[in-house]
């Protein structure tokens, strides 16, 4: 690749991105069909001729069965056996330009324009009872930044992006993550990043306005054929080259069960190790990536109930596009807003110590360390056996592998537990006792409005603080929950879990607490599922 | 002498000496690294290690002792030192390792004193991310002598697997199949030492080729089953690491573990009983415990060594299980 890149090493940033886009654009498509071409020389499944087909296919699906028009993809496919190896590259050409400007689609400042002008009005009448978010859009983010609370090693990941190009992963719970991360990158005096986010939340236009401010692009989940992830990836991994900072979630979809997410998805994530040692080859080691293991800790979740519904329905199976819940309605967000974050601190970002792309501890300069904690030159692993960097896609995908270990390892060292999540756990422990079981299925088949003692509650509760503090390894309670005593924290649970879900998920009567909704206690209470049955 | 095309071998004792020998017999680059100045002396003055003293060594051997002098002659190093050395010679050599190095080990059982695998022990003391291990039925005397051998080479990376074959095949005398099945070779390679004891043991009081195959069969059986609990592969339990190496090392008399077995059959006073195929019976046997599977046989094994039943306790023991088991 040129050495005249625009982006050295780089602040540059998303505010220049949109003068960049089409140098971007131009790069993903000429690696991705010299990638294709040459490996079209083996034949067979690797063809172009099947590569073009394998889209084409997949495009007539997919339109066919939502009732639309497939017509021009009938058409392509129908003449791909006619078409010579130049036509071939040329059609793949155009399929790159066209899946290419559907990616990065939404740069475009008329949208911008129109988010940030037409729409703000708009949800300014919409927010007009509370007060305090008079201000519209800009009152909504002023007031939901107040709300979160940051944590972590900040000045060292502030010099971390002086230095390198960061990825931050976080853990994934809500479609309320993408705009949380974004006041929480800034809230942190961390620059703004560029990441992938499902289409079909560009749909909902007072989300689609933050997506544009945070530098989303667009990730169209019904495409299942290669060439899409190919782009993607390839689009990712130039980004990353060029400086601009990311965000995966590298859980892949909004976790539906509420564990903390140890299955991985490594395709993107992989784009951290292929970005680097392209650097390296290129002579640039110094370009370093710097991999933010992240964690979102909701005191409570704006899809709960749909999620887990989804969990329990389809456990094993991985929807990806859930529509008509929450999220779609404005209302419920609004009602979010006002009920959840009145609280300080309900939702809190934990940064970890960045990782770099093969899953090594950094020290505070940046440099890689080893397990002893000595400091390790990374171009040596990129290095065929006469010293020239070597491109090994699967041994890359073992180093990511690696990082994808250490990354499940950190997300429950840094996650922060709330009240919500404790006495979830405390009360599911008791009526799993009382039930004579732990499964889900079985426990909601029992009939509803179980009640446990209070004071047991409260009990359970101090063993499970004791519990927690033997395994830092498994995360911390929030302070709120360190500086309350046991009682208070019970209390402060079933008041957040009675006021905001459909129904009451916890109430008290009298000395008991009733479990109205037994499905989002165990929601709520997987946050802490890692930490095994006390002893 | 390109520093890719160099093998290093990383302790002179009988395997890694007769490897170093046969490579260098193909006219391939040897590096052969002792810390132990007596070694490193023979050699120099006679061209033959003290441990493996009926083979002449070829001129192509280079004889280092400095880890950072290894570390710069070659990229691809083959550890072949004793499980309870292993921790300690990784470390000092890790200090001179880095990202570009590949490392297989050959060592069959478990780093002592915690019976993690070695590679493992590999991870936490050095920096080398792209590493394997190699392991079945080569005996030291095979390879030097040019035998037909074969062992296999296990790696998560491809790449340690094609380097190994690259710079180690010497058809026909040494072939290597490969597999990316790491925890089953580490796991296979070292309770074949175990069960080389016990067949030492059946065979020390003629128990005849009828039990002795049951013997193989059911031990073939019950590693699988620790195998696959700790994340390998039944099938490579029944490949060269597992009963390939059993087969070979049970019939060959002066292998110390075969020895050890039929020492204690005979009730010989045996003074050293804990050889690498014993301390794996029971690091074995710990594993087994955590992984809460049943391994009758290295169970009474373990109990003989441990002298907790006398040989017929334990034989009587075994074949009461093994009749019920299958």
């Known amino acids: ?535 | 002498m390109s520093r890719g095309d160099t093998v290093g071998i990383v302790g002179a004792g009988g395997f890694g000496t007769a490897l170093a020998v046969a490579l260098a017999r193909a006219g391939r680059p040897v590096a052969l690294y002792t810390r132990t100045p007596a070694v490193a002396d023979a050699i120099a003055r006679t061209r033959r290690c003290p441990r493996l003293p009926e083979v002449a060594i070829p001129d192509g051997v280079q004889v280092v002792q400095e880890p950072s002098a290894l570390a710069a002659v070659a990229r691809f190093l083959v550890v072949a030192v004793t499980s309870t050395d292993v921790t300690a010679r990784l470390r000092e050599l890790g200090a001179s390792l880095d990202g570009s190095h590949l490392v297989v080990h050959a060592i069959g059982a478990l780093a002592a004193p915690d019976d993690v695998r070695v590679s493992a022990v590999i991870a936490a003391q050095t920096p080398v991310l792209r590493a394997g291990v190699l392991a079945g039925p080569a005996s030291p005397r095979d390879l030097a002598a040019g035998r037909f051998a074969s062992m296999v080479i296990a790696s998560a990376f491809d790449e340690v697997t094609r380097e190994a074959r690259r710079l180690l095949n010497l058809p026909p005398a040494l072939r290597l199949y490969g597999t990316r099945d790491v925890v089953g070779v580490e796991l296979a390679s070292a309770l074949a030492g175990a069960y080389t004891v016990a067949l030492g043991l059946a065979d020390g009081i003629d128990v005849g080729p009828g039990p002795r195959a049951v013997l193989v069969t059911r031990a073939v059986a019950e590693a699988s089953r620790l195998g696959e609990a700790l994340g390998g592969q039944a099938r490579t339990f029944a490949g060269l690491a597992g009963l390939g190496n059993l087969l070979v090392r049970s019939g060959t008399e002066d292998d110390p573990d075969y020895a050890l077995g039929r020492a204690l059959a005979r009730g010989e006073v045996v003074t050293d009983r804990l050889t690498e195929g014993a301390r794996a019976a029971i690091a074995g046997m710990r594993l087994a415990q955590r992984a809460k599977v049943r391994m009758p046989l290295l169970d009474g094994l373990a109990a003989v060594l441990a002298g907790r039943a006398t040989v017929a306790d334990a034989a009587r023991l075994a074949a009461d299980t093994v009749a019920a088991e299958e």
Not at chain 1, 125 to 152: C, K, T
Not at chain 1, 403 to 429: K, M
């Open chain 1, 1 to 535: 690749m040129s050495s005249d890149r625009p982006v050295q090493e780089a602040r540059g940033r998303l505010d220049g991105f949109n003068a960049d886009r089409e140098r971007v654009l131009r790069e993903v498509e000429r690696r991705v069909v010299e990638r294709l071409v040459e490996r079209a020389g083996r034949g067979g499944d690797d063809s172009l001729e099947y590569v073009l087909n394998d889209v084409a296919v997949s495009e007539i699906r997919r339109l066919e069965a939502g009732g639309k028009d497939a017509h021009r993809w009938r058409e392509l496919a129908g003449r791909l056996g006619d078409l010579t190896q130049p036509q071939l590259v040329d059609e793949l050409h155009k399929l790159l330009r066209y899946y290419g400007r559907d990616i990065v689609g939404n740069f475009d400042p008329r949208v911008y324009k129109f988010a940030t002008k037409v729409l703000t009005p708009g949800l300014g009448l919409l927010f007009s009872p509370l007060a305090s978010l008079r201000g519209g859009v800009h009152g909504l983010l002023s007031e939901l930044d107040s709300r979160i609370q940051v944590e972590g090693p900040l000045d060292l990941l502030r010099s971390m992006a002086e230095r390198g190009t960061l990825i931050v992963t976080p853990t994934h719970s809500s479609n309320m993550d993408s705009i949380v991360m974004g006041l929480a990158l800034e809230r942190a005096g961390l620059p703004p990043v560029t990441y992938g986010a499902g289409k079909n939340l560009f749909t909902n236009p007072f989300i689609s306005f933050f997506m544009h401010n945070l530098g989303a692009y667009r990730v169209d989940r019904r495409l299942r054929f290669e060439l899409y992830k190919d782009i993607l990836k390839e689009y990712s991994t130039v980004l990353l080259e060029s400086g601009y900072h990311s965000l995966f979630f590298p859980g892949g979809t909004r976790c539906r069960s509420n564990v903390i997410e140890s299955q991985l998805k490594l395709g993107l994530l992989g784009t951290a190790v292929t970005a680097y040692r392209n650097s390296v080859a290129e002579g640039a080691p110094q370009r370093r990536i710097y991999v933010v293991p992240t964690t979102i800790n909701y005191r409570l979740v704006l899809e709960a109930e749909t999620l887990i519904e989804d969990y329990l329905a389809e456990t094993g199976k991985n929807r990806y596009i859930i529509t008509d819940d929450e999220f779609s309605r404005l209302g419920r967000i609004v009602e979010f807003v006002r009920k959840i974050l009145v609280h300080e601190g309900a939702v809190v970002i934990r940064f970890g110590r960045p990782l770099d792309p093969l899953g090594h501890d950094v020290d505070d300069d940046g440099a890689s360390i080893d397990r002893r904690g000595r400091s390790i030159d990374l171009r040596g692993y990129f290095q065929g056996a006469d010293g020239a960097v070597r491109v090994d896609d699967q041994r890359d995908a073992e180093y990511t592998r690696l990082l994808g270990r250490r990354l499940a390892a950190a997300y429950p060292r840094e996650s922060v537990f709330h009240a919500t999540h404790a006495v979830s756990r405390v009360v599911y422990d008791l009526v799993c006792a009382q039930a004579g079981t732990r499964d889900i299925y079985r426990l909601t088949r029992l009939p509803p409005n179980r009640e446990v003692a209070l004071a047991d509650v409260v009990r359970g509760l101090g063993a499970l603080r004791t519990q927690l503090a033997a395994h830092p390894e498994a995360g911390r309670f929030h302070q709120r929950v360190e500086s309350l005593g046991d009682q208070a924290v019970v209390d402060d649970a079933v008041r957040a879990l009675g006021g905001y879900h459909k129904r009451p998920v916890l109430s008290r009567a009298g000395e008991q607490l009733i479990v109205g909704d037994l499905k989002l206690v165990f929601y709520y209470q997987n946050r802490l599922a890692h930490l095994g049955a006390a002893s």
